[in-house]
């Protein structure tokens, strides 16, 4: 998984950093993009919406310390997230970056975000009439039946969306309805489009439910509410994937008078760990992630930088 000290340096297009939320991605990246002359490529889904700053932990224009960073606020909140289209606008700027001398630093969590940009990887077309007869059927018969007509057809689909992610679930049987073939079908092989190198940052579990909570905690402190109250005024309600984001749902709710402010926050923490688990059940089997333990930015920015001048070993975890 790593190479040896002295040995030559690694080829390499684009640095990915990769891994659950709050491990320290977004930092990681800022020092990494210091050390190697690179600019910051959002890979975050959410990030790409306009607006959505405290709920998401977009870096501040302090916190990104001079380093340019692309395809934030890229979406309105009323547009639905479109992982192809994310794909266009990361190889374009990816490009750039690369005819800039610089070296592209992909930093999210955002599995097939991530996927999409770096790998061989062609989308299945559409059919506005499939998917909006399914996202009917789904409102009419409830998640967990066209869960199960998923499970019929694709099994292998199944075991990796959660029946509660609604949107992915009429995605894989829209493919399937109109390809033919399984949704896994069209996922690629594990091939870089460009060489590439990715960084698996993880925790311990406990501390990572910790860092959750503290997370949220600071969202809840800086006018999280306050943010989602002046987006519902750009039309968040009605945005099908910005409004199912991470807080920004559980403070819809409260909003609406279907909890209280704590029980949203409460909820939200419980949501995020839940998500932190499927992100590394996402990244876990990709063989070529080199997974390090989560530390000061700095230092471990270092070490990497080191490790692809073929001057260092990774802390690999393992």
């Known amino acids: 998984m790593s190479e040896k000290p002295g040995s030559a340096p690694v080829e390499v297009g684009v640095v990915a950093v990769v891994g659950a939320t709050a491990t320290g991605k977004s930092d990681l990246g800022v020092e990494l993009a210091l050390r190697l002359g690179g600019e910051v490529v959002n890979a975050d889904s959410m990030q790409l919406y306009r607006g959505m700053d405290i709920g998401t932990?977009?870096?501040?224009?302090?916190?990104?310390?001079?380093?340019?960073?692309?395809?934030?606020?890229?979406?309105?909140?009323?547009?639905?997230?479109?992982?192809?289209?994310?794909?266009?606008?990361?190889?374009e700027t990816i490009a750039e970056v690369s005819a800039r001398g610089a070296v592209a630093v992909l930093v999210g969590g955002s599995g097939l975000y991530l996927r999409a940009a770096l790998d061989h990887l062609e989308f299945p077309g559409t059919d506005a009439e499939v998917r909006a007869r399914l996202e009917r059927e789904q409102a009419e018969l409830g998640a967990a039946a066209l869960h199960a007509r998923l499970a019929a057809v694709d099994p292998e689909a199944a075991s990796t969306i959660p029946a509660t992610n609604a949107r992915r679930v009429v995605r894989a049987l829209e493919v399937v309805e109109i390809t033919g073939r399984p949704y896994t079908a069209s996922m690629p092989d594990h091939r870089y489009l460009l060489p590439a190198v990715q960084i698996g940052l993880e925790l311990p579990r406990p501390e990572l439910a910790a860092r959750i909570t503290d997370r949220v905690d600071v969202m809840w402190q800086r006018g999280l509410v306050e943010e989602v109250r002046r987006l519902e005024l750009d039309g968040l309600r009605e945005g099908r994937t910005a409004s199912r984001a991470l807080g920004y749902a559980q403070v819809l709710r409260h909003l609406a008078g279907e909890c209280t402010e704590d029980e949203a926050r409460e909820e939200t923490v419980r949501a995020t760990r839940r998500f932190a688990r499927r992100q590394d059940s996402w990244f876990r089997p990709d063989p070529r992630v080199r997974w390090v333990p989560a530390g000061p930015a700095g230092d471990l920015a270092d070490t990497i930088v080191a490790h692809l001048r073929g001057l260092a070993d990774l802390p690999v975890s393992r």
């Open 57 to 91: 932990a977009k870096l501040t224009h302090e916190q990104q310390r001079g380093v340019p960073h692309h395809l934030l606020d890229v979406w309105s909140v009323r547009e639905p997230a479109s992982v192809a289209a994310y794909q266009r606008l990361a190889r």
